[in-house]
């Protein structure tokens, strides 16, 4: 995985077009691409900060919490689908799709078994 450039070249990189250069011929200099330097100067100018945004990690789960309470109770209460699931999630106003719920349900043991008249 790449780093972040320093903090350094980035205050170096944005010295330079303030002092009047253009974003081109700072990039080939301190060979960068020309974007970062826009990105940087958008950076800055937003968060008053040049320091690297956050990489990577994970995103909270959908299905958690509250969320994961009722889905539990739901799943318990009777016969369901991965489809329909979805689908009463939705109308609940909580968007997911049924690869989330399908590992949901696996991760807490449900199972999706149809009854014996069910053919």
Known sequence: MTRAYSEDLRERALARLSAGE???SIAAALSIAPSCISKWKR???ETGSLEPGRVGGRKKRTLSGERADWLRERCRSGPFTTRGLV???AERGIKTDRR???VFVRAEGLSFKKNGSAG
Do not use: F, K
């Open 22 to 24: 253009t974003t081109r």
């Open 43 to 45: 950076r800055l100018a």
């Open 87 to 89: 689908a009463e999630l």
């Open 100 to 102: 989330a719920v399908w």
